[in-house]
């Protein structure tokens, strides 16, 4: 069965320090990874999509199929990245996503 | 481009009474789900469409809940009756379809009381 696991419901930093949001899967193909992304009071949103290999908003993810992770990293964290941030995987084609259970990113001035 | 629009916003109503969610997708999305939000967790799938046809159902509790997207446009989800189980957040969302993304909805917050 596909799964997404975010083990952090809650991660506070500092302005300006480091970011890395936690993102396990469990999957016996070969899914698409993608970070959504839900600022207070809009609409969830896609951040980037694995197959892009794109750096949104200075975010960047690398999928590890040997960890089976898709962590979403981000070398110096802004006060407008205070959000909540999904992982989601979801089999080639049109099937749909599935999402993990969040995590909560507050980033302290 | 006015996105995936819902409606109502919010939704507030007594067990055992029914309810209704309308979305109207992007012009040209093909493909439309309906997903489920409780507090603190992700949105899980209730229901995808495939311009009218129901193609994954399985998540969605057959008993209370039906869904319907005549003319493969816009779609409403039923709850009836409503228990107090059912609070969440349902979630509409779009897409071309294949490997494309999705475009969400607002969303309607629903509390049962």
């Known amino acids: 069965a596909q799964r997404v696991t975010q083990p952090e419901k809650l991660l506070s930093v500092f302005k300006g320090a480091p970011v890395e949001l936690k993102c396990n899967y469990s999957y016996s193909g070969s899914p698409e990874l993608f970070w959504y992304v839900q600022y207070s009071r809009q609409r969830l949103q896609l951040l980037l999509r694995?197959?892009s290999r794109e750096s949104i908003k200075g975010f960047t993810a690398d999928l590890n199929k040997g960890e089976t992770s898709f962590h979403l990293k981000k070398p110096f964290a802004q006060e407008e990245d205070s959000a909540m941030y999904y992982c989601a995987l979801k089999n080639s084609g049109n099937t749909p996503l599935v999402f993990g259970k969040g995590t909560r990113l507050s980033v302290i001035a | 481009e006015a996105g995936v629009v819902q409606s109502p916003r919010y939704k507030i109503i007594e067990k055992k009474q029914p309810v209704a969610f309308w979305c109207n997708p992007i012009?040209?999305?093909?493909?439309l789900y309906w997903y489920r939000q409780n507090l603190g967790q992700g949105p899980e799938l209730l229901i995808r469409y495939e311009n009218e046809e129901a193609v994954d159902d399985s998540q969605l509790p057959k008993d209370r809940f039906s869904a319907e997207r005549l003319k493969g446009v816009d779609s409403t989800l039923k709850i009836q009756p409503a228990e107090l189980g059912d609070s969440a957040v349902y979630l509409c969302a779009s897409s071309l379809g294949g490997d494309h993304g999705y475009t969400f909805g607002s969303g309607t917050r629903l509390t049962v009381v």
């Open positions: 694995h197959i």
């Open positions: 012009s040209g999305h093909n493909t």
